[in-house]
């Protein structure tokens, strides 16, 4: 079993914390400034429904001041997993970057675009490179580093005339793309620029070179 959902209760409960928190991504505040800065369209924080945690859900108050990032299914919201929105080294700082809740497992992110009808997928490494595929019109899912595939997510890949993975320009990128090419045949690695991912390539050269670097 890979994944097993949660409750009805619970799956109303995320999806209407993450409508509130999308209503508080407001224009200057941390969150927004954040997506701002890795030139995502609101459009795009529409569709990922992105927000920002300004008066935190019960239950959510360590996560106060974050980014919202909802894992969204064909029921629902399924999980939110959180991310600070400084404008710094959160390392270095003592803190992690991102945050999820106890119990919250490895899962796919955008496994809705496992739904389109395409013959070609990417896989990126970490939430906003996804949303930066995305906004660049190719067909993409996420996965939150080499740690958290889960090798049964290798049978979503089967399917498809080819899965590009979007390796960031680091060892931790190569080695995701490794462990993803060892277990699918259909599987291609574009990797980018010493230490560069998907998101910094496009800020620097935009859509049209990241398609055309994915090859798509
Ligand atoms: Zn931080």
Request: with cysteine.
């Amino acid at each position: 079993m890979i994944f097993s959902p949660p409750s009805k209760q619970r799956i109303d409960f995320l999806g209407q914390a993450a409508n509130a928190y999308q209503q508080q991504l407001t224009a200057g505040t941390p969150a927004a400034e954040l997506l701002k800065r890795r030139g995502l369209s609101q459009d795009s924080a529409q569709y990922f429904r992105l927000g920002y945690v300004a008066d935190p859900a019960s239950g959510h108050e360590r996560y106060r001041g974050m980014l919202a990032i909802p894992y969204v299914n064909m029921q629902g919201v399924v999980a939110i997993r959180f991310r600070c929105t400084g404008d710094h080294d959160c390392k270095a700082l003592g803190h992690s970057k991102y945050m999820r809740e106890p119990g919250d497992e490895a899962k796919i992110y955008n496994i809705l675009a496992l739904t389109l009808n395409v013959s070609r997928i990417a896989v990126a490494e970490g939430e906003p490179d996804t949303w930066t595929g995305w906004q660049c019109e190719i067909p993409t899912i996420g996965v939150a580093g080499v740690q958290n595939w889960n090798r049964l997510f290798n049978r979503h890949l089967r399917g498809y005339k080819e899965v590009v993975i979007l390796a960031d320009g680091d060892d931790a990128g190569m080695q995701l793309a490794d462990t993803i090419v060892k277990a699918n045949k259909n599987a291609t690695v574009r990797q980018m620029p010493s230490r560069s991912d998907t998101n910094a390539f496009y800020c620097e050269h935009g859509a049209e070179a990241l398609r055309e670097k994915a090859g798509f």
